[in-house]
Nanobody, 124 residues
Framework: QVQLKESGGRFVQAGESLRLSCAVSGRTLSSLTMGWFRQAPGKEREFVAAIRRWDMSTDYADSVKGRFTISRDIAKSTAFLQMDSLKPEDSARYYC?????????????????WGQGTQVTVSS
């Protein structure tokens, strides 16, 4: 059973940076496609970023492209989301997701495993 634990969310000012972490247990990180999603109150969960397991190619939502970077550290069994130039509209609960399938629609919420999320609040 894969378990995901997010951390790193907190209150920040607009323009600041944050790095979210997702600790993975139960399966080798290299065998998983990893995604980050976010959900603000009253809104649907939306795709933020993903890194595919077989070639480490990445995908980003247009709203975060150029500001956010997804990465992974196999030795630490941890995935990261570096968030720079944060905006108030980035405020949300951020969720880490993982899927072992050979092919994953990375922008969809069909990942097999999800964490509990970490809260990011960006003040103007």
């Amino acid at each position: 059973q894969v378990q995901l634990k997010e951390s790193g969310g907190r209150f920040v000012q607009a323009g600041e940076s944050l790095r979210l972490s997702c600790a993975v247990s139960g399966r080798t990180l290299s065998s998983l496609t990893m995604g980050w999603f976010r959900q603000a109150p009253g809104k649907e969960r939306e795709f933020v970023a993903a890194i595919r397991r077989w070639d480490m190619s990445t995908d980003y939502a247009d709203s975060v492209k150029g500001r956010f970077t997804i990465s992974r550290d196999i030795a630490k069994s941890t995935a990261f989301l570096q968030m720079d130039s944060l905006k108030p509209e980035d405020s949300a609960r951020y969720y880490c997701a993982a899927d072992p399938a050979e092919w994953v629609n990375v922008r969809s919420v069909v990942y097999d495993y999800w964490g509990q999320g970490t809260q990011v609040t960006v003040s103007s």
